[in-house]
């Protein structure tokens, strides 16, 4: 073929692609990010969902419920996920650049759970014993029915919803300065897994490995295992709702999402992935 010839088909074959990505439509994408304690479940949400639509690119990555409301506020993402209520600062600075204080969708629930090493002999503690012994109070084991043994403290950093949650619901104060803060669930669950003398806490879904101890409401009160029934029925001491906030109040491609999150599948998925669903 003559060498001009095929020049001109090249042009054309690339003025074909240009033109076919033109009619092409492009993905309805969706950018979520935030809190570690449900970052696996959303990146499950994200998975199944683009399965059965297929013009849906969802992408989630974690951070920190802060950092994902930060990044809402910033325009940076689209949903952010949180393991706590927004704060009236956050909401203060989404109004002052949008005008808007934000749509609060509660998509889930979530019992933090306390995790021990499965060698511990403590198998119940009172929110007032966790409270002393995350504040540095109860130092040693033995001041609650355990060994002899320095008390090890592992959290979460303070950019976590499970950080400030734990804090206001549980320790109502300041953590001890030994607490060691880890950036993410699954590396406190790790760090009690590999210390005998350890404590930690974080939400249900990552409790592989450890020992879950029973939470007490009070000294006089049976201790209680986060359960579905446990969460429904309030009797669980430490439960939580788990959010997404968007600008707006949702449409189209992202009312569809949302909604399929709120209904029989989304919420199956929540149950399926260790936490508990909103209905």
Not at 204 to 217: H, L, N
């Amino acid at each position: 073929m003559n060498p001009l010839n095929i020049k001109k088909l090249a042009v054309v074959f690339v003025l074909l692609g240009i033109i076919g990505f033109a009619f092409t439509p492009a993905p309805d994408r969706i950018t979520v990010k935030g809190s570690d304690t449900m970052v696996i479940l959303a990146q499950r949400w994200a998975e199944v969902y683009m399965k059965s639509n297929p013009n849906t690119a969802i992408q989630v990555t974690g951070g920190g419920s802060g950092v994902g409301i930060s990044a809402l506020i910033n325009g940076a993402t689209d949903v952010a996920i949180s393991s706590r209520k927004m704060k009236s600062t956050e909401m203060d600075n989404m109004k002052s650049l949008y005008s808007t204080t934000g749509v609060e969708i509660a998509c889930a629930k979530d019992g933090i759970t306390i995790y021990l090493h499965p060698s511990n002999k403590v198998k119940e503690l009172s929110i007032n014993q966790l409270s002393e012994i995350f504040k540095g109070n109860i130092k040693n084991w033995k001041e609650v029915g355990g060994d002899n043994a320095e008390i090890k403290l592992y959290g979460r950093e303070n950019s976590s919803g499970t950080y400030v949650f734990f804090q206001e619901h549980v320790v109502k104060g300041d953590y001890a300065t030994s607490c060691a803060t880890l950036p993410g669930t699954a590396a406190v669950v790790n760090a009690v897994m590999n210390d005998r003398n350890a404590i930690g806490y974080g939400g249900a879904a990552y409790a592989q490995g450890v020992e879950i101890c029973k939470v007490k409401k009070d000294e006089s009160s049976p201790g209680v295992l986060a359960t579905a029934e446990t969460i429904k029925n309030d009797t669980y001491p430490i439960s939580r709702y788990l959010f997404m906030y968007v600008k707006n109040k949702p449409a189209g491609y992202m009312k569809s999402y949302i909604d399929w999150i709120l209904g029989p599948e989304g919420q199956k998925l929540v149950v399926d992935m260790g936490y508990f669903p909103v209905k």
